[in-house]
């Protein structure tokens, strides 16, 4: 399975664009990017994602490059609530999911 | 539609004591995986299952970690005897593959402390 690479930490002003990037150098052609983040206490919430193409959805936007080796996940107006753990990662049709250890996001007031 | 549904929500037991995990999938979802995740950690993936039949579980400890899923269903995981750093949360997700790539939904967990 590819790996992903993340900043361990990450602060953002509320009301601003979170950027959080992700590195997946060695993504093989048929694996997808996909990004959770994962609450105090919750499990890990599914937010997007993508195989190419760039991807907008109610929560956030997903910008992959074109030789697909790194993603941003895109948060447009951070709230206090975005705080949490955001992980970056890459799974084939047949569903395997291996998690690093993410990136804590920090939304400031 | 209900989520995956896990229970108990919190444990405690002493070391060398026996545990139970129950799991209920999301209605339809074929594919089930269970995770440990230690505080501070990201989710480590233990077991996934299609339907009743196993997919991965390379990184179940066989030793003292088992896990069922009868009926293709709900699914059980079992940890005899229970060590100190077993203690983590124990997440179970469900995923509908059959039309391709598609997320895991997960549970909020059992919350496991061994003393």
């Known amino acids: 399975d590819a790996k992903t690479t993340q900043p361990p930490s990450m602060d953002c002003a509320e009301g601003r664009a979170a950027n959080l990037p992700c590195n997946h150098s060695?993504?093989?052609?048929?694996?997808?990017v996909y990004w959770y983040r994962q609450i105090h206490s919750q499990g890990p919430q599914y937010i997007i994602h993508?195989?190419?193409n760039n991807e907008t959805n109610e929560m956030a936007s997903l910008i992959i490059t074109e030789d697909r080796k790194s993603s941003t996940l895109i948060l447009p107006h951070a709230t206090l609530r975005d705080t949490a753990v955001y992980y970056c990662?890459?799974?084939?049709?047949?569903?395997?999911?291996?998690f690093g250890d993410g990136t804590t996001l920090t939304v400031k007031p | 539609e209900a989520g995956v549904a896990q229970s108990p929500r919190y444990k405690i037991i002493e070391k060398r004591q026996s545990v139970a995990f129950w799991c209920n999938p999301i209605?339809?979802?074929?594919?089930l995986y269970w995770y440990q995740q230690i505080l501070g950690q990201g989710p480590k993936l233990l077991i996934q299952?299609?339907?009743?039949?196993?997919?991965?579980d390379s990184q179940l400890p066989k030793d003292r970690f088992s896990a069922e899923r009868l009926k293709g269903v709900d699914s059980t995981l079992k940890i005899q005897p229970a060590k100190l750093e077993d203690s983590a949360v124990y997440l179970c997700?469900?995923?509908?593959?059959?039309?391709?790539?598609?997320?895991?939904?997960f549970g909020n967990g059992t919350r496991l402390t061994v003393t």
């Open positions: 997700a469900s995923s509908d593959l059959s039309g391709g790539a598609a997320p895991l939904h």
């Open positions: 990662i890459v799974s084939t049709n047949a569903g395997k999911s291996t």
């Open positions: 299952f299609q339907n009743n039949g196993v997919v991965d």
């Open positions: 209605s339809g979802h074929a594919t």
């Open positions: 993508g195989l190419k």
């Open positions: 060695t993504i093989s052609g048929n694996e997808y």
